[in-house]
């Protein structure tokens, strides 16, 4: 049994920098190859003693509780701020506190989670290229948007056309996991409010469909400015890692 401590950025990745958030879990990145750390955002699945993974849910249906199990949580590396999956091996139990029960409010938050009830952690790899990594969980139609668009932005061709397309596949993508704005326009008729990204991401990220990090890596690559420039791979990276979080599935 490995046994685990909270770690802060002194001992990984950049120092003097802090999230706010719970314990931090070494790890090292599959997209930075850095020894960092992670901390566990959202608790998406859990794997049952033998099979594949199932939704987080499906572990209130079990009776009794696996005495331990495997979660899997989304989370985002320290060092690079990339978004990745942690599976946390820990008490059944405490999984299922992590839950809300009958339209109650879970026993604990995550980020309340300690380091000292943590016997195992790994990180979940990404598939390698090409594609985008997304999980057979999300909608075809969405999958069959993504794919020309991460294809135009590798051969550098249609950069407006890229960043335009991966504007319009997110809101599809946060109206279908149910996030609406009010259509309201501004003073001066500018762009509807239903059609920004930014409020509809911060009301995601406020009822738990999301992590945090989709809206605060949203307003780095400006996903709502109207000037050119973006960088296209940027934005089918981005729109790739929401669509692993919005529908988690391995």
Same mark, same amino acid.
């Given at each position: 049994?490995?046994?685990? !401590? #909270? =770690? $802060?950025?002194?001992?990984?990745?950049?120092?003097?920098?802090? +999230?706010? /958030?719970?314990?931090?879990? &070494?790890?090292?990145?599959?997209?930075?190859?850095?020894?960092?750390?992670?901390?566990?955002?959202?608790?998406?699945?859990?794997?049952?003693?033998?099979?594949?993974?199932?939704?987080?849910?499906?572990?209130?249906?079990?009776?009794?509780?696996?005495?331990?199990?495997?979660?899997?949580?989304?989370?985002?590396?320290?060092?690079?701020?990339?978004?990745?999956?942690?599976?946390?091996?820990?008490?059944?139990?405490?999984?299922?506190?992590?839950?809300?029960?009958?339209?109650?409010?879970?026993? !604990? #938050? =995550? $980020?309340?989670?300690?380091?000292?009830?943590?016997?195992?952690? +790994?990180? /979940?790899?990404?598939?390698? &290229?090409?594609?985008?990594?997304?999980?057979?969980?999300?909608?075809?139609?969405?999958?069959?948007?993504?794919?020309?668009?991460?294809?135009?932005?590798?051969?550098?061709?249609?950069?407006?056309?890229?960043?335009?397309?991966?504007?319009?596949?997110?809101?599809?993508?946060?109206?279908?996991?149910?996030?609406?704005?009010?259509?309201?326009?501004?003073?001066?008729?500018?762009?509807?409010?239903?059609?920004?990204?930014?409020?509809?991401?911060?009301?995601?990220?406020?009822?738990?469909?999301?992590?945090?990090?989709?809206?605060?890596?949203?307003?780095?690559?400006?996903?709502?400015?109207?000037?050119?420039?973006?960088? &296209?791979?940027?934005?089918?990276?981005?729109?790739?890692?929401?669509?692993?979080?919005?529908?988690?599935?391995?």
């Amino acid at each position: 049994m490995v046994k685990l !401590r #909270a =770690v $802060g950025f002194g001992d990984f990745g950049p120092p003097g920098v802090g +999230r706010g /958030v719970g314990a931090l879990f &070494p790890i090292v990145c599959p997209f930075c190859h850095g020894k960092t750390a992670a901390a566990p955002e959202m608790f998406v699945r859990w794997r049952p003693p033998a099979g594949r993974s199932e939704a987080a849910e499906s572990l209130l249906l079990r009776a009794p509780v696996p005495a331990e199990a495997w979660g899997i949580f989304s989370a985002v590396c320290a060092a690079c701020d990339q978004p990745v999956f942690l599976e946390l091996k820990t008490r059944g139990e405490t999984l299922a506190d992590l839950l809300p029960r009958h339209r109650t409010p879970a026993r !604990r #938050a =995550v $980020g309340q989670l300690e380091a000292n009830e943590v016997s195992e952690c +790994r990180v /979940v790899t990404p598939k390698p &290229p090409p594609g985008p990594n997304l999980p057979p969980s999300a909608p075809e139609k969405f999958l069959k948007t993504l794919r020309p668009l991460w294809e135009d932005a590798e051969k550098g061709r249609n950069d407006e056309g890229v960043s335009a397309g991966c504007r319009w596949l997110l809101l599809d993508v946060l109206k279908d996991i149910g996030v609406s704005a009010a259509p309201r326009r501004g003073v001066f008729g500018g762009k509807p409010e239903g059609e920004k990204l930014g409020p509809r991401l911060r009301a995601a990220c406020e009822a738990g469909l999301l992590p945090r990090w989709a809206q605060t890596r949203a307003e780095a690559i400006e996903v709502d400015a109207k000037t050119r420039g973006g960088d &296209p791979k940027a934005y089918v990276a981005y729109v790739a890692a929401v669509m692993r979080a919005a529908y988690p599935g391995f």
